[in-house]
């Protein structure tokens, strides 16, 4: 049987650049109360049992995948990643904590929630609150669906006590936030409950007093019979100390538990190719960093050691609170979650400590879920980012996936490694707008600001950046896992126009665009769809870089315009990030 091709029959000037960019930007417009089954899972009543199930989240703050904290937490191995499924190819789509925060209990870019800041005016819990997320996101997905919420630990930056209010979901329940200024401070926490009198302590480790709390709510959520339960367990390691003096901000390394102040005596920050590097091939801010002298880089290896340190107490929570789960009766029905909010990077590139680049440090973090249906002891490859959550967590939850989310539920169900060509994700931007900053020095830089293009398929892995200086960075990770060297000058045309044009979508993208991104620059022609499956033929349009690359969009891409900021400014401002004119010599 001959039938058209759908690519042959599609004209190549498919449309115009402004098109996209309009599209990719508007797109939510259509869709913004409609409610969509997710395409990936199908398969929602998994268990024995009729009740819904209860998540419980251990969320930690700045913990690395990269530089192998996982690999000295035996308890959560024991636990979680034995027990579960762990995917390798997580990532936060902001390296910072309120942004990357947001996004997880939201499903939105940093683009669209527009928290995209560590503190007030462009970040923290005032700008948290006066972009009103809380109105329509998870916890009151879940809340309206019958859960019950619970909170403890920290949330974001600025909770405070003149901010009395808690956000939509976490309200109703069980919310007790750590609260500013005492967030960071590993001997001196300072709670308030459902916005009660403020709870100061003295002399009690942080974990260890949200570890006794944790096991009182779960008892408390057992003994009343409350399902179905969400309940976020936040404690701060091994995010450093910090001290907010006289309107300055200090970093000290993180404080562990006495009992764990003597281990890892030996241990330093892995010697990655990328650390300290005696050639140094970056963007000019981080390119222009001198080498690391010896006493910095043994100030990196105490950091270091204090990290793991700190992360001692956090292994020992994850233990009991799942033992306290079991013998409650509640361990079967409970998916376990494990994660953070973002990276963190010690020597990488040769900048000292911290977090905030695109660089795999930095966006690739631990993600690993364990609970009824989920494969125990999988590595999975499948690509995912904290925006994917909460369309998972409802999937697994048996509920309705709204179709303003910018993600898919990641396949946690389908226990085995997925990627490639029908993999639900392929790509994603990561983006940035504020300063640059080295914990415990007093570097920064404020030409930090970038949009990236992180993509991971069948034959390809690699990091695409255009920065606020006008300066571009590709790296190829199959051949230089490490991002080491940039070859920007190297790389065809062909394939950087393919790249632009996918930044160019992600970078404003919402919902449908983001979760497809190629859709936008590739509609799909319905009615020859509708032909090829009327004829069992199965050509799809373009719906990955494979796809894309065909030699017969060369001229159409050739011909689209690409990316570029107006200047570093620290925050995001429509107008600052625009295109520039074809064929503008980069
Ligand atoms: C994001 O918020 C800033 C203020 O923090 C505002 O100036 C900017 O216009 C907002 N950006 C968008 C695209 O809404
Ligand atoms: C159990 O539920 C009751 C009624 O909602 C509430 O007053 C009480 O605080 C709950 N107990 C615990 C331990 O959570
Ligand atoms: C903070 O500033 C005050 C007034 O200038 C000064 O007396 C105090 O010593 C400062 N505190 C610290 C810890 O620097
Ligand atoms: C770095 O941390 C140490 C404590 O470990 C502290 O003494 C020092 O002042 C800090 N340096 C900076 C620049 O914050
Ligand atoms: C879709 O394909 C049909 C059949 O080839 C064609 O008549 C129609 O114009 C196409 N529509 C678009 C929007 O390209």
């Known amino acids: 049987m001959k039938s058209t091709s759908l690519l042959a029959a599609v004209p190549v000037a498919l449309i115009s650049f402004s098109q996209i960019v309009a599209a990719a930007s508007s797109a939510q417009d259509h869709f913004a109360s409609s409610f969509v089954e997710d395409n990936h899972h199908h398969d929602q009543d998994h268990g024995q049992h009729n009740q819904k199930p209860n998540f419980l989240v251990f969320l930690t703050d700045d913990q690395d995948r990269r530089m192998n904290s996982l690999d000295h937490l035996p308890l959560v191995k024991k636990y979680i990643r034995d027990e579960g499924t762990e995917f390798t190819n997580y990532y936060t789509t902001t390296a910072m904590c309120c942004p990357s925060r947001v996004s997880l209990w939201s499903g939105q870019f940093a683009h669209n929630h527009n928290v995209t800041d560590e503190s007030a005016p462009h970040g923290s819990y005032t700008k948290f609150v006066s972009q009103k997320i809380d109105k329509n996101w998870l916890p009151t997905w879940l809340e309206d669906a019958g859960y019950s919420n619970n909170y403890i630990g920290k949330f974001i930056n600025g909770v405070s006590p003149t901010l009395k209010q808690a956000p939509k979901g976490f309200d109703k329940h069980h919310w007790e936030p750590l609260i500013a200024p005492n967030i960071y401070t590993f001997y001196t926490p300072v709670f308030a409950t459902n916005n009660g009198p403020l709870e100061p302590h003295t002399g009690v480790y942080q974990t260890d007093i949200i570890s006794d709390k944790s096991i009182a709510i779960l008892d408390g959520l057992a003994k009343n019979k409350t399902n179905p339960f969400l309940f976020v367990i936040s404690p701060t390691a091994p995010h450093d100390e910090v001290w907010f003096v006289n309107g300055t901000t200090k970093f000290t390394p993180p404080v562990p538990a006495k009992r764990h102040e003597d281990l890892f005596k030996d241990a330093k920050a892995p010697r990655h190719p990328s650390f300290n590097p005696e050639v140094q091939d970056k963007v000019s801010w981080i390119g222009a960093l001198p080498r690391l002298d010896e006493s910095e880089v043994d100030r990196i290896d105490a950091i270091y050691r204090a990290r793991l340190q700190s992360l001692q107490a956090t292994d020992e929570l994850v233990e009991r609170i799942i033992k306290r789960l079991e013998h409650n ?23 000292f400590s911290g977090k905030q680049t695109p660089y795999e440090e930095d966006t690739n ?213 625009h295109t520039i004119p074809v064929h503008t010599e980069l």
């Not at 509640?330 to 040769?350: A, E």
């Not at 300063?435 to 695409?464: C, D, H, P, W």
């Not at 045309?493 to 160019?504: E, G, K, V």
Request: charged share 20%; proline share 5%; net charge negative.
């Open 329 to 351: 009766g509640q361990l079967d029905n409970t998916y376990i979650v494990y994660t953070t909010d973002n990276g963190y990077h010690l020597g990488t590139h040769r900048m």
């Open 365 to 577: 973090i631990p993600f690993i879920i364990r609970g009824p249906g989920i494969a125990k002891g999988l590595k999975s490859n499948a690509v995912a980012t904290h925006t994917h959550f909460p369309a998972t967590v409802l999937t697994l939850a048996g509920l309705p996936v709204p179709e303003e989310l910018d993600a898919y539920s990641i396949p946690v169900l389908e226990n085995k490694a997925v990627y490639g060509k029908d993999a639900p994700t392929e790509a994603f931007a990561v983006e940035f707008w504020s300063a640059a900053m080295m914990e415990n020095t007093t570097f920064t830089s404020n030409l930090n600001t970038y949009k990236s293009v992180r993509l991971i398929g069948q034959g390809y892995n690699l990091l695409y950046t255009v920065w606020c200086t006008g300066e571009r960075e590709y790296y190829d990770l199959v051949k230089d896992p490490f991002q080491v060297k940039n070859i920007f000058k190297e790389t065809k045309s062909t394939l950087l126009n393919r790249l632009d044009a996918l930044l160019n979508v992600l970078r404003t993208c919402k919902g449908p665009t983001c979760r497809d991104p190629w859709s936008v620059i590739h509609p799909e022609n319905k009615s020859i769809e509708e032909d090829n499956k009327k004829h069992g033929h199965h050509e799809r349009g373009v719906h990955s870089l494979t796809d894309a690359l065909n030699k017969k969009y060369d001229e159409f891409y050739a011909d689209l315009p690409k990316f570029s900021f107006e200047s570093c400014i620290q925050y995001y401002l429509s107008s600052n990030e």
